[in-house]
Structures are given as structure tokens and as C-alpha cells.
């Protein structure tokens, strides 16, 4: 297995991870925050879900859909990370649309949007380096 099929793997562990999060115990707190931070409904759940199907199956048909993956997949998830910043309120979830811009402390905002920025933007700069994996 090459490093752009494992990369895409582990994309789809990871996301995996976070579309089961609302349902780990202990993860979301009383007041059905993950980590106090920030609420995952259904959306973000299914949202998270599809991306690892994605991923999943982009590492299983090897090197060329794992970078694809990892180069689209990247963007879309730091553009998102970005509007969440600049506007408190993400599109891949719809937020932006139901929620519209929202007044939030920025410490709030960076943390809420930093597995968004971290995760997309990780993966694009992964896809676009490892570029000559792809025979």
C-alpha cells in the first residue's frame, strides 16, 4: 500500500471516528456539546459518515482516487473551516444557510472550526505533495 492509499485510510478511520462521536459515552456533556465545544447533529454525523465512505473507498481503488480524494476532499473541508471562521457558520453542513452569520467569541470560532482546518488542510497539502505516488 502505498502512502496516498494509507493516507486515505486513515482519513477514513478518523472520520469514522468523529461521525460516531455523539454516540461514545462521555464524549458529549450534559449540555450534548462534543468535548463542551461544539454540537454534531444528524448532518454532521451523516456528513462525517459519507466523507469516510469516501475516503474508504477512494484507498480501495488505489493511489490516483486517494489523492483525488485527499486534493478535493481537502479543500472542501478547509474552505469550510474558513467561512466558519470569518462567519461562525460552515456550508458542507448547511450552516451558513439555516444559521446565516453568527456573532461568536473568536476563541470559540477557532476552536469549533480547528478539526475542519486541521483535517482539510492536512489532507490537501498530503495530496498535493505525495503527487508522484500515483504511478
Known sequence: MNRLRLTATIYCLVLLLAASLNYLPYVPVE?????GIFALDIYDD?????????AGIAAWL???ASRSF??????????????GLATGSGYLDLGIVNFGVQVLPLGFKVLANLPHLT???????AGILMRRDVP
Open 70 to 83: 485527499l486534493v478535493v476532499f481537502g479543500f472542501l473541508y478547509f474552505a469550510d473551516g474558513l467561512l
Open 62 to 64: 488505489g493511489a490516483r
Open 119 to 125: 483535517l482539510g488542510g492536512v489532507a490537501l497539502v
Open 31 to 35: 449540555d450534548g456539546k462534543t468535548f
Open 46 to 54: 451523516a456528513l462525517h459518515f459519507a466523507s469516510a465512505a469516501w
